[in-house]
């Protein structure tokens, strides 16, 4: 089972860029969903964009499609999440999420219970 670390989040001003990396323990994330959740205060986890490593197949939520980018370093074993013209509602702790182990087709990537193991999360807020 892999062990997730993530960094990048900071404080910023609507419109700016941030990029989010999730590194990853283990012998490797081939074959893996993997992803960035986040979650506001009041609010549920949500998932923001995900990817199963061995078809590179990704899912944007609606909300973020077009201005955020996962990007995947499997040598290096680091998932990234660059967002763009960030909005003061993208403010939330923002968490890499895993598959538990491999998994061999891309289909269980859909759905959000594939996701069970967590990083401790970076915080990103946008200020107006």
């Known amino acids: 089972q892999v062990q997730l670390v993530e960094s990048g989040g900071g404080s910023l001003q609507a419109g700016g860029s941030l990029r989010l990396s999730c590194v990853a323990s283990?012998?490797?994330?081939?074959?893996?969903?993997m992803g960035w959740f986040r979650q506001a205060p009041g609010k549920e986890r949500e998932r923001v964009a995900t990817?199963?490593?061995?078809?590179?197949?990704?899912f944007y939520a609606d909300s973020v499609e077009v201005r955020f980018t996962l990007s995947l370093d499997l040598p290096k074993k680091t998932l990234y999440l660059e967002m763009n013209s960030l909005k003061p509602e993208d403010t939330a702790m923002y968490y890499c999420s895993a598959s538990r182990g491999q998994i061999w087709s891309g289909g269980p990537c859909s759905s959000v219970t594939a996701f069970q193991t967590w990083g401790q999360g970076t915080q990103v807020t946008v200020s107006s």
């Open positions: 990817v199963y490593t061995g078809s590179r197949v990704t």
């Open positions: 283990g012998y490797t994330i081939s074959h893996y969903c």
